[in-house]
């Protein structure tokens, strides 16, 4: 009986702004995030050149493009799962939205690898096509031999201290 009880309370929450299309955000206005990967901080440039919904399950969405380091241009596929929405406290018209991603850059080698973490946007809860939004990416990078493991960000502006923006 107790078990059964327990089961009610685990159901999944439905990310609430399922409706709403995130994928102008991630594209960006075509223009590039910039950030640093590696115990170097080398700066790293991602470009999301594509960010298509998913129509069966609406808070996931396939994104593609190119990430380059130092020269070195790879491309890349993967995914974005929103996951939560937060009112910002000393903001009572805007909101922050998280995300969980995963990215495969293609090709192999030492410099090629996969991308994991979490996303975060603040923008206004109206959202209209002149919305604006600050979007961060921090994660980790590993590349596909397993030699190489890094702590990565990048975001389309240049936050203060990367270590203090909040991720759920």
């Known amino acids: 009986m107790a078990f059964a009880f327990s089961l009610s309370w685990a159901q999944v929450k439905e990310f609430p702004l399922k409706h709403e299309d995130f994928s102008p955000f991630l594209l960006n206005g075509k223009t590039p995030f910039y950030g640093e990967i590696s115990t ?26 190119h990430s380059e380091v130092a020269g070195t241009t790879s491309g890349f596929s993967g995914e ?43 923008m206004a809860k109206l959202i209209t096509k002149d919305t604006r939004a600050t979007v961060t990416f921090k994660g980790k990078w590993k590349n596909y031999p397993g030699t190489l493991d890094f702590e990565v960000w990048w975001a389309n502006f240049v936050p203060k201290d990367i270590s203090k923006v909040v991720f759920k």
Do not use: C
């Open 80 to 122: 974005m799962t929103f996951t939560q929405r937060f009112n910002v406290n000393n903001a009572p018209d805007e909101m922050l939205v998280f995300a969980d991603f995963m990215i495969k850059e293609w090709g192999s080698g030492e410099h090629s690898g996969i991308f994991t973490g979490k996303a975060r946007m603040q």
């Open 40 to 65: 170097d901080k080398a700066e790293i440039k991602v470009q999301i050149e594509k960010a298509v919904k998913n129509p069966d399950r609406p808070e996931q969405y396939f994104i593609s493009g």
